[in-house]
């Protein structure tokens, strides 16, 4: 039966986690469990970074970015000693459920620790990068889409003043969803993506037969992982083979910051007392998520090991809508 459990958020910091933070803790509170944050992440379980929360503890977070838990990446958790510290610590809190907020290499880090010591987990998808196996959408990720969007209009304007092609780059190491969203959103001309092959040749002569038609400026979003190596990369092999005069923008870690959205905070808040409700029914060692505006529960292997595709049907409409 859980009585105790304990909240962290762990990799690369998303807007969103401090409304997920706040879903688990009061969820957690509603339902008479004890609550204890875990700051840092693995480094302060293993530290005992340690404190009980209240509900007080994180009034008036919903509407702040990054988060108030603090996040880090642990060499010491890959140790056998790191690990034991941190079971220990588990151990003398008396905590029967630990729920980690964050990416891939945070729930497979989550992943092996079940496996190796036993303790009942519940991860929370918690990424900008949307690539999570289990739902359709990960903490972060429309905040990032909605900051990379704004910064695209921007561009848009000082690209049209001087008849440019922009190159944006956007993150995404392995997965092309902000890029392919940002693309549809802000009308790009082209996106580039890691999903897909990237063909420079067919690249130059789409923003050739754009110019030919009138247009006074051109964007292309470029994931950063993209296979032609990102939007830096990409200008080098397109240079002298359009009449465009090129630049290029990388957003970075922007992205990453900002209020999160009204969308965000539902999400994020539907999560938080998911991942309770789950904990509560018997979940354990699964992935809350949202699949089609409900609440689903994916085995955490399953979560870390399986691809999530892109939706084509993005892909082709932003296609359409930028070829005329």
């Given at each position: 039966m859980i009585k105790t459990i304990a909240i962290m958020t762990s990799g690369g910091d998303s807007s969103g986690m401090n409304p997920a933070v706040r879903g688990v803790v009061?969820?957690?509170l509603y339902n008479n469990l004890k609550v204890y944050g875990i700051y840092r992440g693995y480094e302060g379980l293993i530290d005992g970074d340690i404190k009980e929360l209240t509900?007080?503890?994180v009034g008036g977070i919903i509407n702040r970015g990054g988060t108030v838990l603090y996040s880090a990446r642990s060499k010491k958790f890959r140790t056998e000693e790191g690990q034991k510290q941190a079971y220990e610590n588990i151990k003398k809190y008396k905590i029967d459920a630990l729920v980690v907020v964050g990416g891939d290499g945070s729930l497979t880090g989550l992943n092996l620790f079940i496996e190796k010591t036993g303790i009942v987990g519940m991860g929370l998808p918690g990424t900008i990068d949307n690539d999570l196996y289990g739902t359709d959408y990960?903490?972060?990720?429309?905040?990032?889409?909605?900051?990379?969007m704004d910064a695209i209009d921007k561009i848009r304007d000082t690209a049209t003043s001087h008849e440019r092609l922009f190159l944006v780059e956007v993150m995404g190491r392995h997965a092309g969803y902000i890029a392919t969203y940002c693309a549809l959103a802000g009308g790009?001309?082209?996106v580039l993506i890691p999903e897909t092959e990237t063909h420079i040749e067919a690249l130059c002569q789409k923003l050739e037969e754009g110019k030919k038609h009138g247009k006074k400026s051109s964007i292309v979003v470029v994931a950063e992982g993209d296979d032609a190596g990102g939007a830096v990369e990409t200008s080098k092999k397109i240079a002298g083979k359009t009449d465009w005069d090129v630049r290029v923008s990388l957003l970075g870690h922007m992205q990453r910051g900002g209020s999160?959205?009204?969308f965000e905070r539902i999400n994020a808040s539907r999560l938080g007392v998911g991942a309770i409700e789950g904990l509560i029914a018997g979940e354990k060692n699964v992935m809350v998520g949202i699949v089609n505006d409900q609440i689903v529960y994916t085995p955490l292997k399953e979560a870390i090991s399986k691809k999530k595709p892109i939706n084509e049907h993005y892909l082709k409409t932003s296609d359409i809508l930028s070829s005329i």
């Open positions: 009061r969820g957690a509900s007080r503890d990960t903490i972060g990720f429309d905040t990032a889409v909605n900051v990379a790009a001309e082209e999160p959205t009204a």
